[in-house]
């Protein structure tokens, strides 16, 4: 039976449509929200899905309105969906108190610690529920899909492609959290989620991961080199050490320059679009 | 002697760099803010100016985060310029109290109405003011300014242009409100600012404006069919018709299902931009 879906706005984008949608959640039990780029050829054939996990703090709408990526979408032939990044009004006490924890932070964890379990579920929904609406509702391929995603989110799609091999055929990353155990973020948000346990925490540490799953296809990494959390939150030569220890292929860009933010995104969404692109049509 | 200006904040985006500015303004009586996109050929020799107006509620941030206008700044060699669209904080009575006049509002005109004129000096800022500090502070060409806007700022950039023919040689406009003393947006702004006598309005009216002059260049305008704004507050019919009458060559895109937002400027940015760069480069 189909899942119900709300369409709450649509634009016209690029001959194509950016669709921003709501659905009652089974994962995150509460009202989730996405958005969806159709590009102009997905009215004559299903393609391929792309799936962009956001950082923190954002909504659905942040890769939407500032990535620029929806022309870049149409030109390769790809849909792009972007899922909030956590439950939002779950009424969990505190769940509004931090900007890295708990609303807009969910970290793409299945939370087992009250009381966040009850909704943060944020891993089974986007390998899982969202994948099942999207094909439901959206001309979707579903057997060629690909996710990337931005700091927190690069996280979340590293650590969602190192554990689904098959179900994701292509991943990238811009800035991600690679090292998620052992940097701040990770082990503030992994202790309140996932508990004190860390042996629990391996299986969200895309570089812990890593050792022990390969992908058929090489990970693509960029990250500036004046991204003021380079060194203490990404990290990204943990996760280098790691795909040479396991012989994973990496190609991993230090961008010169360039910060956290979206110009960031901007500037290199179309190397990113056109690496996935050239994986999932294969 | 130099003016002032302060560095708010900058990121490197596609090898160019964005940056965000202050600096006390003379003409608005108070601090003003703008943002500026160096393309990297800026690096090596001065380059032409593009102009940005932004629409209502819009800060100097909007065009440089929703746009994607960066990529086609580097690629045609401009630099782009976006001031915020009015005075903020300017301790005047009721200042905050409407989405569509006061702050965030400006309408790009010099008040002469109590109390709004000691601050909203828009025009004059956007026209001198800013034009003067962009040649002092950034490798400009001074002779080679275009001008470009969306709605409230696509009727600011349609009025400094047929105002100065000789200081903008491009103007063109996403969705502008073409007829400002016709619909109600302009109405309400024009009778708290300029005041009840409509001769008045008539210098801030493109539709107006364009009966008495000509533009070497022909404009270019780009409408969404599904704008919700389309018929009551932009209603580019009537500008098509006095550009007629005066036979000054405008190219009018309906554009079918786009609406008023920003993926409307996204989609179509490239050719404005190139519009611009193909006159500003003779």
């Known amino acids: 039976m189909s899942q119900p879906l709300s369409l709450i706005n649509q634009s016209r984008c690029f001959g194509g449509t950016v669709g921003f949608y709501s659905h009652p959640s089974v994962s995150c039990n509460g009202l989730m929200k996405f958005a969806v780029y159709l590009p102009p050829r997905s009215r004559s054939e299903p393609l391929p899905v792309l799936y962009f996990l956001s950082g923190l703090t954002c909504t659905e709408e942040n890769f939407m309105t500032k990535a620029g990526a929806q022309q870049f979408a149409a030109k390769y032939g790809v849909i792009l969906v972007a899922p909030d990044t956590s439950p939002r009004s779950a009424g969990i006490p505190g769940e509004e108190d931090d900007w890295d924890f708990g609303t807009g ?116 990494i960029d990250q500036g080199t004046a991204d003021t959390f380079l060194e203490k939150q990404l990290m990204p030569q943990v996760f280098e050490q790691a795909c040479t220890r396991s012989e994973q292929p990496l190609t991993l860009r230090m961008q010169e320059g360039y910060d956290h933010s979206y110009y960031l995104i901007a500037t290199f969404v179309e190397d990113h679009i056109r690496h996935h692109a050239e994986i999932l049509w294969r």
């Not at 009381?115 to 609406?133: I, K």
């Not at 057997?143 to 055929?169: E, K, T, W």
């Open 105 to 220: 932070a969910g970290f793409y964890v299945d939370a087992t610690e009250v009381p966040w379990r009850s909704h943060y579920q944020m891993y089974s929904y986007v390998t899982q529920e969202l994948p099942t609406l999207i094909a439901e509702h959206f001309p979707a391929q579903p057997d060629r899909q690909g996710i990337f995603g931005h700091s927190m989110g690069g996280h979340g799609a590293l650590v969602c492609a190192l554990r689904n091999p098959d179900q994701y055929r292509s991943v990238s990353a811009f800035a991600p959290i690679v090292a998620s155990s052992r940097v701040p973020w990770g082990q503030k948000a992994f202790t309140n989620y996932l508990g004190a346990d860390q042996e629990a925490w391996r299986s969200y540490d895309a570089s812990a991961l890593v050792l022990t799953t390969q992908l058929k296809h090489p990970i693509l």
